[in-house]
């Protein structure tokens, strides 16, 4: 089971969650206050070159952008192993994503898909073929995805696991209190905590609550 943590803004919660096993260290880079917990780009890339000690580790770059010169400036900036999409995705359509990947590659893209109801699954099977990992999380009111601290209905999560191809990565919600059991229902590839494993009032990780979400997800 792989394990993402968001958001990293300092080095020292790089080193501890890599410490816990996480394998993919959430970054939201960005200096175009396009959303709260942007960390410019040459702090980001300080996280990145703690992780980048670990060839097992690969580095996120989190945008909400939609705009195709945004999204390749991000990336040529922050220079992570994975781009992701976590904005308005019905502003982003597969053809569009397509391009970026072909712009950026090698770099990975991962789509993060609003779990709604079943019309999601094929929300989600129609970006299947443009990127390399589906991130499956619930919708922000402001039309973002994310970051809502709550669960979204996993019976629709898990039809979208089954039908996929690519590795799917499960957000919203989870804690290490539930995400045993949020693994059980989807089975995904990976699983994603940002909110439940921030220090209260903070955008800091918690260690202790990081390593057991990771402890959580892997047993």
């Not at 601290?149 to 919600?173: E, F, K, N």
């Not at 989870?174 to 439940?196: K, M, Q």
Request: with cysteine.
């Amino acid at each position: 089971m792989k394990v993402q943590i968001y958001e990293h803004v300092h080095p020292d919660d790089v080193r501890r969650s890599i410490q816990a096993g996480v394998n993919f260290i959430g970054v939201k880079p960005g200096v175009d206050g396009l959303s709260e917990g942007e960390v410019d780009f040459d702090l980001c890339r300080e996280l990145y070159e703690v992780a980048a000690r670990h060839p097992d580790v690969f580095c996120n770059a989190l945008t909400t952008a939609t705009e195709t010169n945004v999204i390749v400036g991000v990336v040529q900036r922050a220079r992570p192993d994975v781009l992701h999409l976590s904005g308005n995705i019905h502003k982003t359509p597969p053809t569009q994503v397509a391009e970026i990947r072909r712009t950026i590659s090698p770099v990975k893209v991962m789509a993060a898909i609003p779990v709604t109801d079943a019309s999601s699954v094929e929300l989600a099977l129609s970006y299947q073929g443009v990127v390399d990992y589906f991130l499956l999380d619930t919708p922000a009111p402001d039309g973002d995805i994310g970051a809502t601290g709550h669960m979204h209905d996993l019976t629709v999560s898990a039809d979208i696991v089954r039908r996929s191809q690519i590795p799917v990565i499960l957000a919203g919600g989870l804690d290490a209190g539930n995400v045993r059991e949020a693994i059980r229902r989807v089975g995904p590839w990976g699983v994603d905590s940002f909110t439940h494993t921030n220090e209260a009032g903070s955008r800091r990780k918690n260690p202790g609550l990081v390593k057991a979400f990771a402890a959580a997800a892997r047993e």
